[in-house]
């Protein structure tokens, strides 16, 4: 991410390129003396671990004034304690996780190119949450979150699309023509999940703003760690 249009190769266009591979756009690569590259299509998943304080430190910089961070979706849950699973209850050894992606990846691979369409109950939970949306993009006054909203409705179409296509090869079926109402709502669901992480990250970390989500995660943060009720005077004293 540091080294994002820095000219190398003749190429010094990564914001640009990264903004139309997630619109997937078309990606043009004109070389000179080797063969030149069309793609009409761009269809590229990326996935990278960054410590969070990196991340908004350089949106504290003003380096985003894209929304190139709004682009991802930021997850950064508490560890669990890695134990490790080889048996089941009834004492069968575990299938792998990656032999179970493996053999999903190849179904996913294996289904035609085709266009869905929504139920009438998904365009009504898409169109209130996407209503939903607007009204915090209206009323946020952190830039970098401002950007996030267009981001996450775009996405809940996404996650709606790969929940539908991943529930039918689960199931072996081919996918149905049209996205249902409660794929949707899953959809949204997993989106109000990266919402709040996105949210809490920048909270944690970061100085935009007035402070005051910083504070509720400071708030959040203690009473985890006291792993019980907490009172108005233990906030008070801790702030």
């Given amino acids: 991410i540091k080294s994002f249009n820095k000219y190398r190769n003749g190429v010094g266009d990564d914001r640009e390129l990264d903004l139309s591979e997630f619109n997937g756009s078309a990606l043009i690569r004109d070389r000179v003396g080797d ?9 590229i998943s990326r996935t990278g671990g960054v410590q969070p304080e990196v991340l908004t430190e350089l949106a504290n910089k003003g380096q985003d004034a894209d929304g190139f961070f709004a682009r991802w979706l930021v997850s950064n849950p508490p560890y669990p304690s890695p134990y490790k699973t080889i048996l089941d209850d009834d004492g069968n050894q575990t299938e792998e996780l990656q032999t ?7 179904s996913l691979r294996a289904l035609p190119e085709r266009q869905y369409e929504l ?5 009504q939970h898409f169109q209130t949450w996407q209503h939903h949306l607007v009204d915090l993009s209206l009323a946020e006054k952190q830039r970098h979150l401002k950007a996030l909203y267009p ?4 996405y809940t179409a996404r996650l709606a699309l790969v929940l539908h296509l991943i529930n039918a090869a689960s199931e072996g079926q081919p996918p149905a023509p049209t996205i249902s109402g409660e794929t949707m709502m899953k959809a949204i669901y997993l989106a109000q999940y990266f919402l709040g992480q996105y949210q809490w990250v920048f909270a944690q970390h970061s100085t935009l703003g007035d402070g ?5 995660s400071q708030i959040h943060t203690f009473a985890v760690r006291c792993n019980r009720e907490i009172t108005a005077r233990e906030v008070k004293q801790m702030v």
């Fill in 35 to 43: 063969e030149s590259i069309f793609i009409a299509k761009s269809a």
């Fill in 100 to 106: 179970q992606l493996y053999t999903m990846y190849r």
């Fill in 119 to 123: 139920e009438r109950s998904a365009k």
């Fill in 151 to 154: 981001k996450l409705e775009a």
């Fill in 212 to 216: 005051l989500a910083g504070m509720l």
